[in-house]
């Protein structure tokens, strides 16, 4: 058997300084559905995150707390953790730079740049931001300050060592130059030439001395070791880089590391340099995505604006927040995080789209065909060609984008099936089909195609969204069948067995509130608190009624006595209803493709007695009977279930 081809992805390390935002979710959640989409397409992935827990941020930052630093971190760390499993992050390896794994081999790494001359002892004079642990000119700042952060840096004064960058900088260039997918996206690739390389890389001081939180010089413990060439290192140490018998040769060189556009220059500019001191081979890929904006700027976990991922995974699932994350922001740009259009994504893609989907065509199986999956008949109309012809193409199309690393785009893709799907009910109008017998064969062709285009569309889904698949097999009765959960069976359409017991499930997502949901987000409280603690302000934030609104409405037992059809009319009954008054009143309905005139007769029904009279086709028609409207089209009356006086209140 031919060897599975590998595929190397990594996150960035995050700083356990305090709790991750939505944003670093972002990269994370990235990086799982690329690792995901690759095992499913066939690769032996490796996916590695963790955590970069040295230096003086983080000391500064435990000593504000009165905690240790190692302490400190772990508390974090586990956190951390937690939240990568609330969010369905199926990492290979979490790295923490307090490994003594990691340790030993940074300590190493330095000893080896020292001994061939790449690294020398000097005295660094100069300016340092703390919270992005970077050195900065003069001529870099901006307005003054930090031209990453904007905040204000310090003057460092200590004696350091010092990483010889200049001596690499042409080869940087010229690998740069010949692999245009080293840096992506491509606008990328130009920022970093013109703004860091052109003008002469100056030397990179890689040592401190005024803190100890850190892993210090082998040879000269006053100094520890530069947090970025310890942090950056950690994508080799994990590997196992200059062990016998490791994986590293295996994995390394890494297929995608992928970054927020923050830390790019470290990656494609320090780390490379790195690498090539070593004599390794550089990353394929360092792409950087954009930001997560909130719509006063950028998120920071030191800004106190982040917004709590956990929070929202806990409230609306992680499939949504994922979903979100991956479609909503064109891979590589900047996005604005807003729960309005977090909302509305969950309302229309998740609950109208591909919810109904799957709720009507498990409504129309169960009721059809009692939930056995019928038999196709071998002919095909032109629909079941357009529905079929996209559901093959998806893969193919999902596919390519995933390989640009255009994952919002492999969704678009995968919601023109679910689409066409819905499409296809509303043209092919299966309760019609039901009603005449001699079409039971083309009603069971319907209901069979649209069962393999959710099973086609739950497999493609799977990385993205990894537990809302779980339920639609379980829906469509192949839970216990992994070979029709396989990307490879979608090489063929039609793999779904006749016979297979379907069953409809809960509504996948059901709609929500979007004045409710930002109100009860804004309290930062669940709404069923907030209800609790003030009900006046509750009622109104929810866009909820109150009794007394509710009683206006004049809700009655109506009994039908008599009803026939509207001339010239195929929806419109005329019926005659008593209400207990003096009169019966008149009323028209749009009945007549559901109910026969006479099975009307008799019939008890909710009835709304004070809605304004309205002439239809010229009739008077005094009120409304209540019925209820299924998704699939089908209606049904609202009785009460004994037999009351006409007339009897309903409250
Ligand atoms: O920089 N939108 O760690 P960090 C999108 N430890 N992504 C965002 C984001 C936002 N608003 N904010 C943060 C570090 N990120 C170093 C990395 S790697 C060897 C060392 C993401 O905790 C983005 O990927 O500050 C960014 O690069 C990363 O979080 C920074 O995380």
Redesign the pocket.
């Known amino acids: 058997m031919a060897e599975k081809k590998t595929f190397y992805i990594t ?5 356990p ?1 305090n709790k ?5 979710s ?2 994370t959640v990235a990086a799982d559905a690329m690792a995901r989409f690759k095992r499913l397409t066939g690769y032996k992935v490796w996916f590695l995150t963790g ?2 827990e040295h230096g003086q941020k983080i000391q500064r930052q435990a000593e504000a707390t009165g905690k240790p630093p190692a302490d400190f971190v772990d508390e974090i760390v586990e956190w951390i953790k937690e939240l990568w499993q609330e969010l369905d992050i199926e990492y290979d390896d979490f790295i923490r730079t307090t490994e003594s794994r990691h340790k030993e081999k940074v300590a190493r790494i330095f000893e080896r740049y020292y001994e061939q001359g790449d690294i020398y002892k000097g005295k660094y004079e100069g300016l340092y931001c703390t919270p ?2 970077a050195y900065w000119t003069e001529r870099q700042l901006e307005d003054g300050n930090c031209p990453d952060c904007g905040r204000k840096v310090e003057l460092i004064d200590e004696e350091a060592y010092f990483f010889r960058m200049s001596k690499y900088a042409d080869r940087l260039l010229k690998h740069i130059e010949a692999h245009p997918e080293f840096i992506q996206p491509p606008s990328r690739k130009n920022e970093m030439i013109n703004n860091f390389l052109k003008p002469g890389l100056e030397d990179l001081c890689v040592s401190r001395t005024s803190f100890d939180w850190g892993i210090p010089v082998p040879f000269d413990q006053d100094h520890v070791i530069y947090v ?1 060439l310890d ?2 290192s ?2 080799i140490t994990a590997l196992g880089y200059g062990e016998e018998g490791s994986i590293y040769e295996e994995f390394w060189p890494a297929d995608v590391q ?6 790019l220059r ?2 494609t500019i320090y ?1 490379p340099i790195f690498l090539m001191a070593l004599g390794e081979p550089l990353p394929k890929t360092v792409f950087g ?5 909130l719509q006063e700027g ?4 030191s800004k106190g604006n982040a917004i709590d991922p956990m929070v929202l995974a806990g409230r609306y699932s992680s499939d949504a927040l994922r979903y979100f994350l991956l479609r909503e922001i064109p891979f590589g740009q900047d996005g604005i995080f807003s729960l309005e259009s977090f909302i509305t994504r969950i309302n229309n893609d998740l609950a109208n789209d591909l919810g109904n989907l799957v709720s009507r065509t498990l409504t129309m199986a169960e009721r059809y065909f009692d939930g056995v999956l019928p038999k196709p008949s071998a002919g095909e109309e032109n629909t079941d060609q357009e529905l079929r012809g996209t559901a093959q193409n998806t893969p193919v199309a999902v596919e390519s984008a995933m390989d640009q690393m255009k994952i919002s785009d492999a969704l678009a893709e995968l919601w023109l099936l679910v689409r066409q799907s819905n499409k296809y009910i509303d043209d092919n109008m299966p309760w019609n089909l039901a009603k005449d017998p001699a079409s039971r064969e083309r009603l069971g062709t319907v209901i069979y195609n649209l069962i393999e285009s959710i099973r086609f569309i739950a497999v493609i889904l799977k990385p993205y969204m990894p537990r809302t698949p779980e339920s639609i097999w379980e829906q469509i009765g192949i839970s216990g069948n992994e070979e029709l959960q396989q990307w490879e069976s979608l090489d063929q359409w039609g793999r779904m067995k006749p016979g297979t017991a379907v069953r409809r499930g809960e509504d996948l997502f059901p709609r929500l509130n979007l004045q409710a949901e930002i109100r009860a987000m804004r309290a930062d409280k669940p709404l069923e608190e907030k209800a609790a603690g003030e009900p006046e302000e509750a009622e109104e934030q929810a866009g909820l009624i109150n009794l007394e609104q509710f009683q206006q409405v004049d809700l009655r037992v109506a009994e039908i006595n008599s009803a026939e059809k509207m001339p010239k009319s195929d929806k419109l009954l005329k019926l005659e209803v008593d209400i207990g008054e003096e009169t019966k009143r008149q009323v028209v309905a749009g009945l007549a493709e559901y109910y026969q005139p006479e099975e009307l007769i008799g019939r008890q029904v909710l009835f709304v007695a004070n809605l304004k009279p309205v002439k239809l086709r010229g009739v008077l028609s005094q009120g409304m009977l209540l019925a209820a409207t299924g998704d699939d089209g089908i209606l049904a009356l609202t009785t009460v279930d004994k037999t009351m006086a006409p007339g009897s209140r309903i409250s």
């Open positions: 996150t960035p390390i995050y700083y300084s991750l935002h939505v944003g670093n972002y990269t955590t970069d992005c642990e970025w942090a950056l950690n994508y992928l970054i927020g556009k923050d830390i470290f990656h780390w995505h954009g930001w997560l904006m950028k998120m920071s976990k």
